[in-house]
C-alpha cells in the first residue's frame, strides 16, 4: 500500500530555533501533501495545503511566516517551525491521498520546544 | 457549524460488548467517508472506508445515512486492543476530520 514517511518522529528544540520536518511519499507522486498540528486530546487541524511547484495554502489563523513549507518534488514536502517557542510544542502529521479514496498519513512528529 | 461532529465519548465498555459510534456531517455533498483508528501518540490508520450500502470487515460494520448525514461504526464482541480513538473523515473539497470518539475495552 501507499506509504508516506515523515522524519524525524520526534524532536526537542531550544525556544528561538527552527526545526525541519520532512514529509515523503516512497511509492508514489503527490502533487499535493497536507500538514495538520494536533494537540492533547484535541482533533487533527489542517494546517495548509502543499502543493509541488507553488505556494502553500494555509487555513485562516496560521502564520505563512512561522511555518514555511517548501514542495519542491513530487515526493517531498517540508515543514519548518521557525523560531519556535513553547506554544508551538505539538503532533505534527503529513498526509497525501495516493488516489481519490485513500488518504495516508506520516507517523507523525512530535515536537517539543524548551 | 462544524464540517464534521462526532460524541468524544470516553466509551468505556467491557469485553465482548457491542459499541457503537456516530458522525454527522454538514455538507450534503459530501462524497467519501470514512473510519479511521489513532492509537495514543500515532498516526490514524485507516479502519475502513463507508459505502451507501453498508460494509462489513470482520467485526466492524459501518453505514452510511445520506438523508441524515450520518455515518456509524458498529464493533462487536469488542477486544483489548480495540482501544483507541475513532475518527470519522469525510471528503468533500478536502478531507474534514471529526474530533474521534475515545474508545477503552476493560477486561
Known amino acids: 500500500g501507499a506509504v508516506v514517511s515523515q522524519h524525524p518522529s520526534w524532536v526537542i528544540c531550544k525556544s528561538g530555533t527552527s526545526v525541519k520536518i520532512e514529509c515523503r511519499s516512497l511509492d508514489f507522486q503527490a502533487t499535493t501533501m497536507f500538514w495538520y498540528r494536533q494537540f492533547p486530546k484535541q482533533s487533527l487541524m489542517l494546517m495548509a495545503t502543499?502543493?509541488?511547484?507553488?505556494?502553500?495554502?494555509?487555513e485562516q489563523g496560521v502564520e505563512k511566516d512561522k511555518f514555511l513549507i517548501n514542495h519542491a518534488s513530487l515526493t517531498l514536502s517540508t515543514l519548518t517551525v521557525t523560531s519556535a517557542h513553547p506554544e508551538d510544542s505539538s503532533f505534527y502529521i503529513c498526509?497525501?491521498?495516493?488516489?481519490?479514496?485513500?488518504?495516508?498519513f506520516g507517523s507523525g512528529t512530535r515536537l517539543t520546544v524548551v | 457549524r462544524k464540517e464534521v461532529e462526532q460524541d468524544p465519548g470516553p466509551f468505556n465498555v467491557p469485553e465482548g460488548a457491542t459499541v457503537a459510534f456516530n458522525c454527522t456531517y454538514s455538507n450534503s455533498a459530501s462524497q467519501s467517508f470514512f473510519w479511521y483508528r489513532q492509537d495514543c501518540r500515532k498516526e490514524p490508520k485507516l479502519l475502513m472506508s463507508?459505502?451507501?450500502s453498508g460494509n462489513e470487515d470482520g467485526r466492524f460494520t459501518a453505514q452510511l445515512n445520506r438523508a441524515s448525514q450520518y455515518i456509524s461504526l458498529l464493533i462487536r464482541d469488542s477486544k483489548l486492543s480495540d482501544s483507541a480513538t475513532y475518527l470519522c473523515v469525510v471528503r468533500g473539497n478536502q478531507f474534514y476530520f471529526g474530533t474521534g470518539t475515545s474508545l477503552t475495552v476493560i477486561p
Open positions: 502543499s502543493n509541488e511547484g507553488s505556494k502553500a495554502t494555509y
Open positions: 463507508v459505502y451507501s
Open positions: 498526509s497525501a491521498s495516493p488516489d481519490y479514496y485513500g488518504y495516508t
